[in-house]
């Protein structure tokens, strides 16, 4: 049976291999030695993250996206995307966060002025916190260029498709059915008031819809669209406009890049480049920005990276809709060591067992808290690893540790947070 991915459920996604095959994800294979979640495999997949190496490489411009929903407290697995962003603004991208004040609205009843203040106080400060430099952080409902292009959007997407992506069924309400699109629109926003260019949106594994929903979308508005088997290139115009001006915006620029337009069929508005070897990157960039002079609302399909899901305490996705099993950042210290303290584990039933057996740290939350957040060496994660499998490290003392961990954790955050209150203005718009 399908495995569904639901951006708004709080089920663990079970077979990631079974995930990227149905959803046509390709596997994460770069080494990203500087990143903690590249080199603990904690990236389960990415769609075309090939351009966003490439722009790093060569020092170009590109973006980061991601939005927040401010519908409670801001959770240990929601900091994995931020670390992302703070990662990704230090390699060169152009920064946008959109709080998504509207969906929280209209998916979970939210007043906007309340969830105004949940985004400041539960999610900006522990980013700001964390390390995030200034970037374009926005409100939906305030933000009118996103909005208008939500609408705009609207006109390449049927409620057909929708249903195939998120399984919507009939009673559902239209506002909820706009939520995606307007996401979308946040998405390809920092293109469309800008210019073509590599946008990265790391996401949790079960965010990848909103990613499909926005690439096709891309897709359909883009005039030019091209096809690489390796060899050759296939460029088609669509459209019904007349499509010379498009072909000369594609021979000039291939003339430019030093190659040569074989075959062009006028009939099926199509030109071919043969011989061609290595990344596309280049030619995709310049027709884009030469195509944008033509058609205002073009794009770059957008890359992610996609993150496996954290394990609540208590099993299943850790999700602020089931708080005993989530730790918040902005959580109690002595709080979170009762939590941990009640987590499940991958022990043994007893405690001779373990000694004799070994535990199993990989199926176990407390192991996780190591990997994702405690553990700042792969050294220290070692040997959590190989004395849990050994035997010689049992779950009582596993957990006080993982609890002091994280209670020395988040008591530097909430000092980070006060000490960074100042500092809110100028990350939002007009500074209010
Ligand atoms: S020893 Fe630690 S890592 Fe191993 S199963 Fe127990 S709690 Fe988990």
Same mark, same amino acid.
């Given at each position: 049976?399908?495995?569904?991915?639901?951006?708004?459920?709080?089920?663990?996604?079970?077979?990631?291999?079974?995930?990227?095959?149905?959803?046509?994800?390709?596997?994460?294979?770069?080494?990203?030695?500087?990143?903690?979640?590249?080199?603990?495999?904690?990236?389960?997949?990415?769609?075309?993250?090939?351009?966003?190496?490439?722009?790093?490489?060569?020092?170009?411009?590109?973006?980061?996206?991601?939005?927040?929903?401010?519908?409670?407290?801001?959770?240990?697995?929601?900091?994995?995307?931020?670390?992302?962003?703070?990662?990704?603004?230090?390699?060169?991208?152009?920064?946008?966060?959109?709080?998504?004040?509207?969906?929280?609205?209209?998916?979970?009843?939210?007043?906007?002025?309340?969830?105004?203040?949940?985004?400041?106080?539960?999610?900006?400060?522990?980013?700001?916190?964390?390390?995030?430099?200034?970037?374009?952080?926005?409100?939906?409902?305030?933000?009118?260029?996103?909005?208008?292009?939500?609408?705009?959007?609207?006109?390449?997407?049927?409620?057909?498709?929708?249903?195939?992506?998120?399984?919507? %069924?009939? /009673?559902? $309400? #239209?506002?909820? +059915?706009? @939520?995606?699109?307007?996401?979308? &629109?946040?998405?390809? *926003?920092?293109?469309?008031?800008?210019?073509?260019?590599?946008?990265?949106?790391?996401?949790?594994?079960?965010?990848?819809?909103?990613?499909?929903?926005?690439? %096709?979308? /891309?897709? $359909? #508005?883009?005039? +030019?669209? @091209?096809?690489?088997?390796?060899? &050759?290139?296939?460029? *088609?115009?669509?459209?019904?406009?007349?499509?010379?001006?498009?072909?000369?915006?594609?021979?000039?620029?291939?003339?430019?890049?030093?190659?040569?337009?074989?075959?062009?069929?006028?009939?099926?508005?199509?030109?071919?480049?043969?011989?061609?070897?290595? &990344?596309?990157?280049?030619?995709?960039?310049?027709?884009?920005?030469?195509?944008?002079?033509?058609?205002?609302?073009?794009?770059?399909?957008?890359?992610?990276?996609?993150?496996?899901?954290?394990?609540?305490?208590?099993?299943?996705?850790?999700?602020?809709?089931?708080?005993?099993?989530?730790?918040?950042?902005?959580?109690?210290?002595?709080?979170?060591?009762?939590?941990?303290?009640?987590?499940?584990?991958?022990?043994?039933?007893?405690?001779?067992?373990?000694?004799?057996?070994?535990?199993?740290?990989?199926?176990?939350?407390?192991?996780?808290?190591?990997?994702?957040?405690?553990?700042?060496?792969?050294?220290?994660?070692?040997?959590?690893?190989?004395?849990?499998?050994?035997?010689?490290?049992?779950?009582?003392?596993?957990?006080?540790?993982?609890?002091?961990?994280?209670?020395?954790?988040?008591?530097?955050?909430?000092?980070?947070?006060?000490?960074?209150?100042?500092?809110?203005?100028?990350?939002?718009?007009?500074?209010?």
């Amino acid at each position: 049976m399908e495995e569904r991915q639901d951006p708004w459920s709080s089920s663990q996604i079970k077979d990631y291999q079974k995930m990227r095959e149905e959803f046509g994800i390709d596997s994460f294979n770069y080494v990203l030695e500087d990143n903690l979640m590249a080199r603990r495999s904690l990236f389960v997949g990415q769609r075309d993250f090939w351009r966003i190496r490439e722009a790093i490489e060569r020092k170009d411009k590109f973006a980061a996206m991601t939005g927040l929903m401010p519908s409670g407290e801001m959770h240990l697995g929601s900091k994995a995307i931020i670390e992302q962003m703070i990662y990704f603004q230090k390699k060169g991208a152009q920064v946008h966060i959109s709080v998504a004040d509207l969906e929280s609205y209209a998916t979970r009843n939210i007043p906007l002025e309340k969830a105004r203040t949940i985004a400041i106080e539960n999610f900006l400060l522990n980013y700001i916190a964390m390390g995030l430099k200034r970037c374009n952080f926005y409100f939906q409902s305030t933000n009118a260029r996103v909005q208008k292009f939500a609408f705009i959007l609207a006109r390449e997407i049927n409620f057909t498709e929708m249903r195939s992506i998120y399984g919507f %069924d009939d /009673s559902k $309400r #239209m506002l909820e +059915i706009n @939520s995606p699109i307007i996401q979308a &629109s946040d998405i390809l *926003s920092p293109q469309i008031y800008d210019e073509p260019m590599p946008t990265i949106v790391p996401v949790g594994a079960d965010q990848d819809p909103h990613l499909r929903l926005t690439r %096709d979308i /891309s897709s $359909r #508005m883009n005039i +030019i669209k @091209s096809k690489t088997n390796g060899k &050759s290139i296939t460029f *088609s115009i669509g459209g019904r406009e007349d499509p010379e001006p498009y072909f000369n915006i594609i021979r000039d620029v291939i003339k430019d890049s030093g190659f040569e337009i074989g075959k062009i069929n006028q009939k099926y508005r199509t030109a071919e480049v043969e011989n061609f070897e290595g &990344s596309t990157y280049d030619l995709d960039l310049k027709i884009a920005r030469k195509e944008r002079e033509l058609n205002h609302i073009n794009s770059i399909a957008p890359s992610s990276v996609i993150m496996r899901l954290e394990t609540g305490i208590r099993g299943g996705k850790m999700s602020k809709s089931v708080p005993d099993s989530t730790i918040s950042l902005n959580e109690e210290p002595d709080q979170a060591e009762k939590k941990i303290r009640r987590a499940v584990t991958g022990g043994r039933e007893s405690v001779e067992e373990q000694k004799r057996l070994g535990g199993n740290p990989y199926i176990c939350p407390v192991f996780e808290l190591y990997l994702y957040h405690l553990s700042s060496t792969d050294i220290d994660l070692k040997n959590v690893e190989e004395e849990c499998k050994s035997g010689t490290r049992l779950c009582g003392g596993c957990k006080i540790e993982a609890s002091d961990l994280m209670s020395h954790f988040l008591s530097d955050l909430k000092e980070k947070r006060e000490s960074s209150r100042h500092l809110v203005g100028e990350y939002l718009e007009n500074g209010k």
